[in-house]
């Protein structure tokens, strides 16, 4: 099940109509990336990923977060303590009668997740990212 809402994501250096996002991505990762929907928690593969590597944008490709930065947040979705320096943005999402802090790839606009201020140090920060915005790759 997915919860949001589909909003144009423009001034990105990566553009592209939304037939060839549908064509490029899979269903529920249009639903994520493109109308900022989001997947059930605990649904993600990424949960159990332990190795070394690099996980990237699956709109785009672009590296996200290192595989460094990842902890188990027990949220059930995909957890970080920061971003690779200037590959995601942020911009204020008052949807659902909440204010957080929506996390986007800076390159492509998709929709990735929220950054919330309850995370383990070194940032103190949990950038809580739905796991189908996202594809690994290992070192």
Known sequence: MFFGKKTQTTDFPIQRSEAEWRAALSPAAYKVLREHGTE???TSPL???KRAGVYHCAGCDTPLFDAEA??????GWPSFTSPIA???GESEDNSFFMRRTE????ACGGHLG????DGPEPTGLRYCMNGVSLHFKPE
């Open 70 to 75: 990842k902890f188990e947040s027990g949220t």
């Open 114 to 117: 929220h950054v919330f201020p």
């Open 103 to 106: 996390v986007h790839c800076a």
């Open 47 to 49: 949960n159990a990923e």
């Open 86 to 88: 200037g590959n995601v």
């Open 40 to 42: 059930r928690a605990g």
